[in-house]
């Protein structure tokens, strides 16, 4: 398998501007994590979906931050309006949800809005 | 609400030397994970805690869990400069899949 992927690997953009990252978990699994990660915050998970739905939201920072699981290969993770502190890594993570529920993390996203 | 705290942040050792690293958390919960994280990499899973008195070990690495006492430790032995990272605990929360990070410990292993 794949592995999580996550794309792209790198964002640079101006405040203002709209900002799109997308995950695809690993096959069969069916709960998805987008975390982000700062040196002042550390890991925080911002939601997470269970078969596609939306199970907690209670770590999204605004109403700038909205994500979509339309079907089980794919989700997004958009920002609009960016800021500069939105400036992280964002990583999605999936999981199989039996067994160790154990989590597995893609390569992560580093945005910088400037 | 969960928290989960890890000691000591950073920790500068020489090689061949032991140490252990703790991770303590506030409410119940039966699922501890280990986590490693190089520089501008993804978390890698190390080690899964299910039950009070677990125990794991990969080469020069030993995870345990108290369930009581609500800690977890990470023992190094005889570290190497390749065990050079970041480590992480987080902690499952009861009744959902969420996991709680901890801070994490940066470990600088010196030749």
């Known amino acids: 398998d794949a592995g999580v992927i996550q794309s792209p690997r790198h964002e640079v953009t101006e405040m203002g501007q709209e900002v799109t990252l997308r995950c695809k978990p690993i096959?069969?699994?069916?709960?998805l994590f987008w975390y982000r990660q700062t040196m002042m915050r550390g890991l925080e998970l911002l939601i997470y979906f269970n078969n596609n739905v939306p199970i907690d939201d209670s770590g999204m920072p605004e109403d700038r931050f909205s994500a979509k699981m339309p079907n089980a290969s794919f989700s997004t993770l958009k920002i609009q309006p960016s800021e500069p502190r939105d400036s992280a890594v964002y990583f999605c993570?999936?999981?199989?949800?039996?067994?160790?529920?154990?989590?597995?993390f893609g390569p992560g996203t580093r945005l910088t809005v400037t | 609400e969960l928290k989960v705290e890890q000691n000591p942040l950073f920790l500068s050792m020489q090689e061949g030397k032991n140490y252990t690293i703790y991770c303590n958390y506030s409410t119940t919960s039966d699922r501890l994970y280990w986590y490693r994280q190089d520089p501008g990499k993804s978390l890698e899973s190390l080690f899964v805690?299910?039950?009070?008195?677990a125990v794991k070990q990969e080469g020069r690495l030993m995870a345990s869990l108290d369930t009581k006492a609500r800690l977890s430790t990470l023992h190094i032995t005889a570290a190497v400069h390749d065990l050079s990272a970041t480590y992480f605990c987080?902690?499952?929360?009861?009744?959902?899949?969420?996991?709680?990070f901890g801070t994490g410990t940066r470990l600088k292993v010196l030749a």
């Open positions: 993570a999936s999981s199989a949800g039996t067994g160790l529920y154990e989590q597995y």
């Open positions: 096959s069969g699994h069916d709960y």
């Open positions: 987080a902690v499952g929360t009861s009744g959902t899949y969420k996991y709680i």
């Open positions: 805690l299910l039950s009070n008195g």
